[in-house]
């Protein structure tokens, strides 16, 4: 499983557990886990397009911004990412280009489980460890 949700921090959070191969399956995976914490991500289209350009000063802070654009996206959109596509993803300077594919929320149509409110830096990590890219981020619900 690319991503883990677990509430071992306290009621008002939820902890993401990420690993990828490289970073853009990190980052991607991170994007849907954000997704399945509120709803049910196989009930959701691919009928929308967003495109997402960031930089950041280094990769946490990045992978930071993202799930915090993707945050963003959810409270001003009403939108949830199902694909990611990456344009470009520099890892030296820092920046990413990417296409979400995804759906826009309809309490008619998808059953949310909670609102994520924001990304905190409470136990925030990512890390290589033998080849492997490795993050955890705690969700304030």
């Excluded at 930089?55 to 915090?68: K, P, T, V």
Aim: charged share 30%; net charge negative.
């Amino acid at each position: 499983m690319p991503f883990e949700i677990t509430d071992e921090s306290s009621s008002g959070d939820v902890k993401l557990r990420l690993s990828g191969l490289d970073l853009k399956e990190l980052f991607a995976d991170a994007a849907i886990g954000v997704t399945s914490v509120m709803t049910e991500a196989g009930a959701l289209g691919a009928n929308r397009r967003i495109d997402v350009e960031l930089n950041s000063d280094s990769l946490e802070d990045l992978l930071f911004d993202w799930l915090g654009e993707i945050i963003y996206l959810k409270d001003a959109e009403q939108f949830l990412p199902t694909e990611v596509h990456f344009k470009k993803f520099e890892e030296d300077s820092c920046r990413i280009s990417a296409v979400l594919k995804g759906d826009t929320l309809d309490s008619s149509r998808h059953s949310i489980k909670v609102d994520i409110k924001a990304v905190t830096y409470y136990e925030f990590n990512l890390t290589k460890k033998n080849d492997k890219w490795i993050a955890e981020a705690v969700l304030d619900l």
